[in-house]
């Protein structure tokens, strides 16, 4: 077992950036592995003591310092060059025996496993297939219909749906539930949603071009209403939220996951109720190279989590480096960034802080926070081409 420490770098911004704030948390930054494990990261209390772990492709790492680590599936180090078998990563309790067991997002339009936890035995965990073909380069995890379970969101067969699971039939292969009818939805399908759009209690799923509405009564296989908007171009995680504090949530989404640019779309509603959305750029999808204004590409992982505990969310998201590869995608070399936005609502409206949180980590396709150290500030995980990282908030000084 390896573990590795770096500094998280801090520094004032120009204007175009921002300027340092004495009363906002910083990071500290613990290098959990520098090996090619995953491109996605969780969390859960493996062991029951009472303190979050993480896990990172085949390893849980023992909360709250994480510098002890166990294997949950045959270690396989990949070449940065090129890709994993592990996208994303989830974690629930699949089986009901009260320990939390690990999802693996696999490679777009392989299977699925869900791996069971030993419930506290030194023994293996066993494998159990849950999904043929998982699609979609940035599946969600959310409860779609209600049930207090976490659903998969992602598309596969030409189709796009959400997948439930039985903890009283744990064994059973998972069902998925298509929201749409067949369509342009392959494995490398980019841009995926869900939450409540109209605000009548039911959880909607959006893509790219569009959102499909849950109908009050649900009609196995049967669509959604579909209303069509272009959201952006190749989006990851489409984050749904009431950004303006107005009771009508928006979305928030990169433009394009391997090139540039972070939008927010602004609900609004016509005088009969009708739903349409303005947008508002954070960072624009055409940056000028030239200028010292703020650009990051490939943001292809992107959360929400109160940061400055003001009780509005902010925003989690950065570089995935080489995304495809050394020469794949604009500027692949620049640093592996990972920011936070501040969300801040005032007499002007809206706008978005950004803060550096380091500059040699960046995201993967999927970036995780939770309160780890239990100081009541959401701290943040990846794992991706760079290796395992954890960034422990410091509160304000």
């Known amino acids: 077992m390896r573990c590795f420490w770096t500094a998280v770098l801090v ?21 959990l592995s520098d090996q090619f494990y995953a491109e996605g990261a969780y969390y859960a209390d493996f062991n029951r003591d009472g303190h979050l772990d993480i896990v990172s492709g085949p390893y849980w790492y023992e909360g709250p310092d994480f510098q002890v680590r166990h294997e949950i ?3 396989q180090a990949f070449q940065p060059e090129a890709y994993s078998d592990n996208f994303l990563t989830f974690t629930a309790d699949f089986n009901g025996n009260g320990w939390p ?9 392989k299977e699925g496993y869900w791996y069971e936890n030993p419930a506290g035995r030194d023994a ?19 409860d779609v219909n209600g049930n207090g379970r976490p659903d998969l969101v992602f598309n596969t067969g030409g189709r796009l749906g959400y997948a439930t699971w039985d903890p009283d039939r744990p064994y059973e292969p998972w069902t998925f539930h298509p929201v749409s009818p067949p369509g342009d939805y392959h494995r490398f399908t980019h841009g ?23 109908p009050a009564e649900l009609q196995e296989g049967e669509p959604w209403i579909f209303h069509p908007f272009r959201f952006g171009e190749a989006p990851a995680q489409m984050l749904v939220y009431d950004v303006n504090g107005n009771g009508m949530n928006d979305v928030i989404t990169a433009w394009h996951s391997h090139n540039y640019g972070l939008v927010w779309y602004e ?28 650009r990051i590409s490939q943001m292809h992982a992107l959360e929400l989590a109160d940061i400055d505990g003001d009780g509005v969310m902010d925003l989690i998201t950065g570089k995935r480096f080489w995304a495809h590869g050394p020469k794949g995608d604009p500027e692949p070399d620049a640093p592996a960034v990972i920011y936070w936005f501040q969300l801040i609502r005032d007499d002007q409206g809206v706008r978005w802080e950004p803060h550096l949180i380091h500059d040699d980590s960046g995201v993967g396709t999927q970036v995780a926070a939770a309160d780890l150290n ?9 794992g991706n081409k760079k290796g395992t990282f954890v960034h422990l908030s410091q509160p304000p000084e």
């Open 73 to 75: 599936r045959p270690p």
């Open 11 to 31: 520094w004032g911004f120009t204007a175009a950036f921002g300027p340092a704030n004495e009363s906002l948390p910083t990071f500290r930054t613990i290098q």
């Open 374 to 382: 239990d100081d009541g500030i959401p701290d943040i995980i990846v």
């Open 124 to 142: 293996p965990w066993r494998r159990h297939l849950a999904l043929q073909s998982v699609e979609n380069e940035s599946p969600m995890w959310g």
């Open 101 to 109: 067991d690990v999802f693996y997002v696999p490679f777009p339009g």
């Open 267 to 294: 609900q609004r509603r016509h005088d009969d109720g009708s739903i349409h959305w303005k947008q508002h750029i954070i960072l624009t999808p055409e940056p000028d190279l030239d200028s010292d204004e703020l």
């Open 192 to 214: 995926i949603g869900f939450g409540d759009i109209d605000g009548d209690g039911r959880i909607d799923i959006l893509e790219k071009d569009g959102w499909w509405q849950q």
